[in-house]
Every structure is written in structure tokens, then in C-alpha cells.
């Protein structure tokens, strides 16, 4: 019998050994298969990705960078690492990458620890008006262990308010600013953020964790050249592992390495660090170009689709990836209708909006995307049919009879448009 480690596994010996987490596996497969996600940090990973963050690798530990372990046994690792590293710096044309962070949230803080001592002054875009529980927002770390000041969004346009960001950053003259979101549907201004930062003497971070792929793939601008540090996880639009990213110039290679390591955390996973590998030689070609492009059209098409069934959208459409939508003229909660959606085949979350009224956990709006459903190569048309659902599901969020129908109709296109990794699903 072959060791149920070695790197052949398959869910066959998955399900020899545990039936109830290979049953679980199975479910999520199908759910993955069925559903419309549109949950915009979500997205489908290639299966060499996933081949590389389950293989082999997983099983040596590596403390240190390449050339420079910790522990023996280190060849293929530092080969894996350094592919990782040099093809993310030629990707987006950075001088330094670092690929350990375990995701974005430990990348934002290893960013902390190396321009950042407690009680410092940092700002960033606030989670009320779209941007990161780790841009300083009060029940994170970020928020407890800095003095933290936050920016948002104009209330009559829900687009960044610049006036109050340069008074802010005059005032409070912080060490660390933070631009990026995630939940912004709209092109973040990086020059002007540079130009702001650069004023104050601050660090201008870019956190572009949710349109890393669409910068990758040239549809959204790049910080590169405005922002001396960038921070990113490696999924949603980028179409990699669960993992972490830190881009920057030549002169902060050597804090944000410290930061990282020994600052914040041991070994590097490196299955991942070889997905992140994979997924950035895929990020080059001409394909994930045209697949960038798509997301954005794909979510202007959708955008356009659930104006027409009376939703009112905030920035009153989108840039990117993603659409939030505010349900407060229809009188439907963001809870009830992402659920009712659920139920009706739509996975989408619901989010707060700027300015809503309502408690964080039963708020007013609805968040989603077009990554994943672009992944399976749905385009325009579909997207007008999507739209069309949603308006028919928040219309009536309790018509079960209806909400069954459209989950049917819902898996019946899918069938047409097979997940990558899922294709013996269909049919």
C-alpha cells in the first residue's frame, strides 16, 4: 500500500480515511458547481494551483529565505521561492517580492512592524466606507495597537472624499497611509495618493488585495511607481492559493523581510508559495489578460442590468470587480436578501454601505462580483440574465415557490459553463 502522503493523494484515500470530511469536500464541490459565487473575493483557483499547494511540499519546514535557512534540506524550496519572487517582480515590475505572508491581514501587519511602532499615527479608508478591518479600524489590531486615523467617502457621490484625506493627513501627520479597499466599487486614484502622502512624509501603502489580477492583467491602473509598498493576497481577481504578497521598492526590502521574518512568523507554507508561483506565470499570459478585461465587463454589464431592475448601486455602478448595492428604497435587509439569494442559487454577502443606518451585522446592502462566474466563462448576456434574478429574488424574498424555480434555472446554464477543477461535475 503507497503512503496516503505521498504526492498522488487523491480523494479516493480521502475518503478511506476520514468518509466524514471527504463527504464534506463532495458537498462543497457540488455547491462550487451550482451556485452562482459572486462573492468578489472569491474565485475559482486553476488545478495546477491547487496540484501545487497539495503537494509534497507542504511537508518541509523552512524558517528563513532562499540561500538563507534556517534548517537543511533546502534545494527545491529556495528553486520554489525564488520562481515565486521573480515572477511577481517582473509580473507588475516591482524591485522586491516577498511571497511568506500567510495572507493579506499578516502582510498589512508585517507592514506595521516595519515602518510602525504602537501608538504611532497611521490612517487608512474606513470599513464604513469600504476599506479594510486592517486599515486601522477600531476592533482590529491595527485599530488598538496605533492611533488611527480614518478617511472616507463623499456623502453625496460615495467616492473617496480627497479634501478631507489631505486635511487628515496634515493634521495628523501619520508614518503609515493606506489606500485600497474592499468594498469600493470604483478606480483607486493612486497619484493622488502619492501626492498626498509624499506632502506629509508618510509611507504610502497600496493594499490592492482584491484587484491585484485586474492590475496583473492591465485592466485597473497600477501603484507601481506611486505607492513604495504594496500589499495583496494571492485569490480573489489573481486566481491563486489562500496566501500572501509584499511588493516594494529597493530601499524597504530590508524592513519588510525583518517584518516579516523572524518579526512575525516562522516557516513559509510552501505548498502555497509554489501555488503563488503558478499562479503568477498563468497572471502573464495573454489569456489572463483577456480574462481581466472580462471581469470588468462582465460586472458594468451586471451593473447596468440591476439598475434596470431598480437597484440602487453605490458610486451608481463600478470600475472593477465589484458592485455594492444599497437596499434600502426596496425595504429589503442585506441579510434577508443575500440569504434569499443563497437559497435561489446567488451566493453574494451582505455589506455595509457608507452611511447606512443599520448595525454592521444586518446591514443594508449587498456586495458582489464577477471573478468566479467569469472564471467559468460566463460573459455579457449572462450577466443580464443574473441581473434579472436578483431583481426577481429582492422583490420577493419570502416567494419560495419562485426562488426554488430560478435555483433550478440557475443550475441549468451552469451546466454550459463547467468550473475549472469541476468539469466531471457537469453534465
Given at each position: 500500500?503507497?503512503?496516503l502522503y505521498a ?12 468518509p466524514?470530511i471527504h463527504?464534506?469536500v463532495l ?11 459572486m462573492?468578489?473575493s472569491?474565485?475559482?483557483a486553476?488545478?495546477a494551483?491547487?496540484a501545487?499547494?497539495?503537494?509534497v511540499?507542504?511537508?518541509?519546514y523552512s ?7 534556517y534548517y537543511?534540506?533546502q ?10 519572487c521573480?515572477?511577481?517582480e517582473t509580473l507588475?515590475?516591482v ?6 505572508p ?5 502582510a498589512?501587519l ?7 511602532k ?7 479608508m474606513g470599513?464604513?466606507?469600504g ?5 486601522g479600524?477600531?476592533?482590529?489590531i491595527?485599530?488598538?495597537?496605533f ?7 463623499k ?5 473617496i ?12 501627520r501619520p508614518?503609515l497611509?493606506?489606500c485600497?479597499?474592499?468594498a ?12 498626498i502622502?509624499?506632502?506629509?512624509g508618510?509611507v ?22 506611486h ?5 495583496s ?5 489573481f ?9 516594494c521598492?529597493a530601499e ?6 525583518r517584518a516579516?521574518f523572524?518579526?512575525?512568523?516562522g516557516?513559509p507554507?510552501n505548498?502555497?508559495?509554489a501555488?503563488?508561483a503558478?499562479?503568477a506565470?498563468?497572471a502573464s499570459?495573454?489569456?489572463?489578460r483577456t480574462?481581466?478585461a472580462?471581469?470588468?465587463a462582465?460586472?458594468r454589464?451586471?451593473?447596468?442590468s440591476?439598475?434596470e431592475?431598480?437597484?440602487?448601486l453605490?458610486?451608481g455602478?463600478t470600475d472593477?470587480h ?15 436578501a443575500?440569504?434569499a ?9 451582505y455589506?455595509?454601505v457608507?452611511?447606512?443606518p443599520?448595525k454592521?451585522?444586518?446591514p ?12 467559468r466563462g ?6 443580464k440574465?443574473?441581473g434579472?434574478w ?6 420577493a424574498?419570502?416567494?419560495e415557490?419562485r426562488?426554488?424555480?430560478i435555483?433550478a434555472?440557475?443550475?441549468?446554464m451552469?451546466e ?5 477543477g ?6
Amino acid at each position: 500500500m503507497r503512503l496516503l502522503y505521498a504526492a498522488d493523494m487523491t480523494l479516493a484515500s480521502l475518503e478511506q480515511v476520514d468518509p466524514e470530511i471527504h463527504s464534506h469536500v463532495l458537498a462543497e464541490e457540488r455547491r462550487e458547481h451550482e451556485k452562482l459565487r459572486m462573492i468578489p473575493s472569491e474565485n475559482y483557483a486553476p488545478p495546477a494551483v491547487m496540484a501545487a499547494c497539495g503537494s509534497v511540499l507542504n511537508n518541509k519546514y523552512s524558517e528563513g529565505y532562499a540561500g538563507r535557512r534556517y534548517y537543511e534540506g533546502q534545494a527545491e524550496i529556495d528553486a520554489v521561492e525564488r520562481l515565486a519572487c521573480e515572477r511577481l517582480e517582473t509580473l507588475f515590475g516591482v524591485d522586491h517580492a516577498n511571497v511568506q505572508p500567510y495572507s493579506g491581514s499578516p502582510a498589512n501587519l508585517a507592514v506595521y512592524l516595519a515602518f510602525a511602532k504602537p501608538g504611532d499615527t497611521v490612517m487608512g479608508m474606513g470599513l464604513p466606507s469600504g476599506g479594510h478591518l486592517t486599515h486601522g479600524w477600531k476592533v482590529s489590531i491595527s485599530g488598538k495597537f496605533f492611533n488611527a486615523v480614518q478617511y472616507g467617502v463623499k456623502r453625496e457621490d460615495q467616492r473617496i472624499d480627497f479634501d478631507q484625506v489631505a486635511t487628515l493627513a496634515r493634521e495628523h501627520r501619520p508614518k503609515l497611509m493606506f489606500c485600497g479597499a474592499t468594498a469600493y466599487p470604483r478606480t483607486i486614484d493612486f497619484p493622488r495618493f502619492a501626492e498626498i502622502a509624499r506632502d506629509v512624509g508618510a509611507v504610502l501603502v497600496a493594499d490592492i488585495a482584491h484587484i491585484s489580477g485586474l492590475v496583473a492583467g492591465g485592466a485597473h491602473p497600477s501603484p507601481v511607481g506611486h505607492a513604495g509598498v504594496i500589499t495583496s493576497t494571492t485569490h480573489k481577481t489573481f486566481r491563486g492559493p489562500r496566501g500572501g504578497m509584499i511588493l516594494c521598492d529597493a530601499e524597504h526590502k530590508k524592513a519588510i523581510d525583518r517584518a516579516v521574518f523572524p518579526g512575525l512568523q516562522g516557516g513559509p507554507h510552501n505548498g502555497t508559495t509554489a501555488g503563488i508561483a503558478v499562479a503568477a506565470k498563468l497572471a502573464s499570459t495573454e489569456d489572463f489578460r483577456t480574462y481581466a478585461a472580462a471581469v470588468i465587463a462582465n460586472a458594468r454589464a451586471l451593473a447596468e442590468s440591476l439598475l434596470e431592475g431598480g437597484f440602487d448601486l453605490v458610486t451608481g455602478g463600478t470600475d472593477n470587480h465589484l458592485i455594492l448595492a444599497d437596499l434600502t428604497a426596496q425595504g429589503v435587509p442585506g441579510k434577508v436578501a443575500a440569504q434569499a439569494l443563497d437559497r435561489a442559487g446567488i451566493v453574494t454577502n451582505y455589506n455595509s454601505v457608507p452611511f447606512d443606518p443599520r448595525k454592521p451585522f444586518d446591514p443594508s446592502g449587498l456586495r458582489l462580483g464577477t471573478p468566479a462566474l467569469t472564471s467559468r466563462g460566463l460573459g455579457v448576456a449572462e450577466m443580464k440574465r443574473v441581473g434579472a434574478w436578483m431583481a426577481e429574488v429582492v422583490a420577493a424574498p419570502e416567494d419560495e415557490a419562485r426562488i426554488a424555480a430560478i435555483a433550478a434555472e440557475v443550475r441549468e446554464m451552469l451546466e454550459d459553463f463547467p468550473a475549472p477543477g469541476l468539469e466531471h461535475l457537469a453534465g
